[in-house]
T-cell receptor, first 116, second 109 residues
Framework: DTAVSQTPKYLVTQMGNDKSIKCEQN?????MYWYKQDSKKFLKIMFS???????INETVPNRFSPKSPDKAHLNLHINSLELGDSAVYFCASSQGLAGVVNYEQYFGPGTRLTVT | KNEVEQSPQNLTAQEGEFITINCSYSVGISALHWLQQHPGGGIVSLFMLSSGKKKHGRLIATINIQEKHSSLHITASHPRDSAVYICAVRLGGAQKLVFGQGTRLTINP
């Protein structure tokens, strides 16, 4: 059973198109994340949701819109795709928001987005 | 300058060697994570620690809060350990993780 799954695994599209990446976790976690990994393998947080509520929005262009229909799903919709959006996008989840207690994060397999 | 710096950036060793990867950070943290990213791309959490030392099989992670430094050690390294190892810290009071640039480890048979 896959804990955190993402679809699609690969996405090739042209500039200007709109695309979505879906993420689902079956771990019963409350918190989900989207990360972007650039060509140099550098990971950076984009968004975090806790129980469907936006917690982190890390100065991402508003062409990127996350949507959490329920706490097991966090989808990422990207409008008007640009060349610079080409990257690997990782979804992750954790049991809850880190506070006094720290939680491990579980990552999805990644979605490689190529914008031509 | 990134808040999290790893060294070395690339490391090649022979099977059986003892491996050390270092991570330094510049601000107070609540927790430090070590992640492994295999050539296929998937990311796996290896350790999460806020003090002391943790061991799992041939992997050992240590952290020195006063010196703002952590190390990941691999004993009796094996070609299957070849991967990118990523250090990430949760800054004190914050929710987000800040990542190092990763260390690409290659173990030759």
């Amino acid at each position: 059973d896959t804990a955190v799954s993402q679809t699609p695994k690969y996405l090739v599209t042209q500039m200007g198109n709109d695309k979505s990446i879906k993420c689902e976790q079956n771990l019963g976690h409350d918190t989900m994340y989207w990360y972007k990994q650039d060509s140099k393998k550098f990971l950076k947080i984009m968004f975090s949701y806790n129980n469907k509520e936006l917690i982190i929005n890390e100065t991402v262009p508003n062409r990127f819109s996350p949507k959490s229909p329920d706490k097991a799903h966090l989808n990422l919709h990207i409008n008007s795709l640009e060349l610079g959006d080409s990257a690997v996008y990782f979804c992750a989840s954790s049991q809850g928001l880190a506070g006094v207690v720290n939680y491990e994060q579980y990552f999805g397999p990644g979605t490689r987005l190529t914008v031509t | 300058k990134n808040e999290v710096e790893q060294s070395p950036q690339n490391l090649t060793a022979q099977e059986g060697e003892f491996i050390t990867i270092n991570c330094s950070y510049s601000v107070g943290i609540s927790a430090l994570h070590w992640l492994q990213q295999h050539p296929g791309g998937g990311i796996v959490s290896l350790f999460m620690l806020s003090s002391g030392k943790k061991k799992h099989g041939r992997l050992i992670a240590t952290i020195n809060i006063q010196e703002k430094h952590s190390s990941l050690h691999i004993t009796a390294s094996h070609p299957r350990d070849s991967a990118v190892y990523i250090c990430a810290v949760r800054l004190g009071g914050a929710q987000k993780l800040v990542f190092g640039q990763g260390t690409r480890l290659t173990i030759n048979p």
